[in-house]
């Protein structure tokens, strides 16, 4: 359930910047978009309309903040503070940046409204997007350690390409916190903490994995078949691929191109006319006469029968194509018992 601040974050915003002087003011709201234009500018185009250093303009930011946590102004906003402070809670006690200012508003004049009362309140914590996070506010810093701590357990729990449906990633990552109060423990919040991940995501089809895996970070018709015919879950025809990449992907697939796709990658194995399926499944490669060796070659002499059964277990074709291949006396014959062997 969304919920909603008590307060309008304008009106918050403009009493506290009353306790400013004219030229801190001015600056504080070029800085953080609270005027007429949401544009944040940054301190070296500050600096330059009022021919100072960038330097001074972040002395006179951080001067300007520290004015308004002491002013009579900053005291009788205790409500709206209050009323943030809620939020973050409720949304998990550490939420990524983006997602909390999305929460409230996709009006960039709100965000950029909030992000300021964010700065100067207490008591929120920023910490900055680092390799392993992105921009993440928070109230508690040992609920911050130990959600990271075990996201960072989540990432290595996870084999490079390895797949998970979202309700299992959400088991497994809520396995490994400890000490964190129940009331957190829910679907929803551990949905919004795996966020905070940038080594971990989700991909279009809604399942996670580790976000360097071309499963996750889709880059091409070739991910984007893999996926298709993954959650298909059984040999596809290829036109069948290209329409499901449209559908889901939302990207322009032509039959052609996705054909030749499927035959350069060794992800993929023709299975029959058209039909193809992922190598991880167990399908031998090659056409019907390759598939017949490698059995001849793994089981040893079996008669025609017995090569059927196992062929078409193998490739989607008719047994006559099977038996036609087995007549083809420059690569089997018949031994003294009469079963077919691979000719030396």
Request: charged residues 35%; without cysteine; glycine residues 6%.
């Amino acid at each position: 359930m969304k919920t909603s601040l008590n307060f309008k974050p304008k009106q918050s915003v403009k009493r506290l910047l009353a306790a400013l002087h004219d030229r801190s003011r001015d600056i504080i709201t070029k800085r953080y978009g609270l005027g007429k234009s949401s544009e944040q500018m940054t301190l070296d185009a500050i600096g330059k309309s009022y021919g100072i250093t960038r330097e001074r303009v972040r002395q006179i930011e951080n001067h300007a903040i520290a004015v308004i946590r002491k002013s009579k102004q900053y005291g009788e906003e205790k409500s709206a503070f209050e009323g943030i402070e809620k939020l973050i809670r409720e949304l998990g006690g550490i939420v990524v940046e983006q997602d909390l200012l999305d929460h409230v508003s996709k009006d960039t004049s709100v965000q950029n409204q909030l992000n300021f009362l964010l700065t100067v309140g207490h008591p929120f914590n920023k910490m900055k997007e680092d390799e392993d996070f992105r921009h993440r506010w928070f109230i508690d810093k040992d609920l911050r350690e130990r959600i990271e701590g075990s996201l960072k357990k989540l990432y290595e729990s996870l084999k490079d390409d390895e797949l998970v449906a979202e309700p299992e990633m959400i088991k497994r990552f809520l396995s490994y916190i400890e000490n964190v109060s129940e009331e957190y423990k829910n679907e929803e919040i551990a949905r919004r903490w795996m966020r905070l991940s940038k080594n971990v995501g989700k991909n279009p089809l809604g399942e996670w994995g580790k976000t360097k895996s071309p499963n996750i970070s889709t880059k091409g018709m070739r991910d984007y078949a893999y996926l298709v015919i993954r959650k298909h879950g059984s040999p596809i025809h290829f036109r069948e691929v290209a329409h499901a990449i449209e559908t889901v992907f939302k990207k322009k697939a032509h039959v052609a191109t996705t054909h030749n796709e499927l035959i350069k990658d060794p992800r993929f194995v023709l299975v029959g006319r058209g039909l193809y399926a992922l190598s991880e499944w167990g399908y031998m490669s090659g056409v019907v006469k390759d598939v017949i060796r490698k059995l001849l070659d793994k089981h040893g002499p079996m008669t025609k029968k017995e090569i059927v059964d196992r062929v078409m277990k193998e490739r989607y074709v008719k047994e006559n194509t099977i038996v036609i291949n087995l007549q083809n006396k420059k690569y089997f014959k018949k031994n003294k018992d009469g079963k077919y062997e691979i000719v030396k």
